[in-house]
């Protein structure tokens, strides 16, 4: 598989936190010839596809196709297999969330929308990605099992299911106490 630059980097990094995998705009300085040439390479490579743009919801064009018109730019799930987010996480969280009112901040500051899940981006291999498996499995997991995973301690553990899961990324995240394995957690 091909490298990839800086620029396709930043670029797909963009991509994975705006809705729908939106790639454009394109980072600020990237212009001319040296915005076709890095796009059409990422195209070749499949990480970005070109799909019709729609100017009701203020997509920004990556080219206008003459018949009134454009196209605009988005990650594939190559392209976020490329830069180590894993496509079926990030799907699996965005689901979710699905139903719960989220800002969608890129293209509107002021639209709120319910059928749209705000853009997870979460690395296969991360502690992050970790937790969110074990507490999909059916058994859930309690702190002492997460802190054995991570490495953790007990207070970063529940801080991280509290901030980065449940506040940050939306999770509706249930807790039942059982008997000889304490609070267990659960992705509900």
Do not use: C, F
Request: avoid cysteine.
């Amino acid at each position: 598989m091909p490298k990839l630059t800086d620029t396709q980097t930043i670029i797909l990094s963009r991509a994975a936190t705006r809705p729908g995998n939106l790639a454009m705009p394109l980072p600020e300085g990237l212009h001319g010839a040296a915005a076709k040439m890095a796009v059409n390479r990422m195209i070749t490579n499949g990480w970005v596809e070109e799909v019709d743009a729609d100017l009701r919801k203020g997509e920004p064009l990556w080219r206008e196709t003459g018949d009134g018109h454009g196209t605009t730019l988005i990650a594939t799930e190559a392209g976020l297999a490329a830069i180590g987010i894993e496509p079926v996480a990030a799907s699996a969280v965005a689901s979710a969330r699905k139903g719960k009112p989220q800002m969608v901040a890129e293209l509107a500051p002021t639209t709120v929308t319910s059928d749209t899940p705000k853009p997870v981006a979460i690395r296969a291999g991360t502690k992050q990605a970790q937790i969110i498996a074990l507490l999909q499995r059916p058994e859930g997991a309690s702190i002492a099992e997460i802190v054995e995973a991570t490495s953790w301690q007990a207070h970063t553990a529940r801080g991280a299911i509290s901030g980065a899961l449940k506040k940050k990324l939306g999770l509706n995240i249930n807790s039942t106490k059982e008997e000889g394995r304490g609070s267990v957690y659960r992705i509900g």
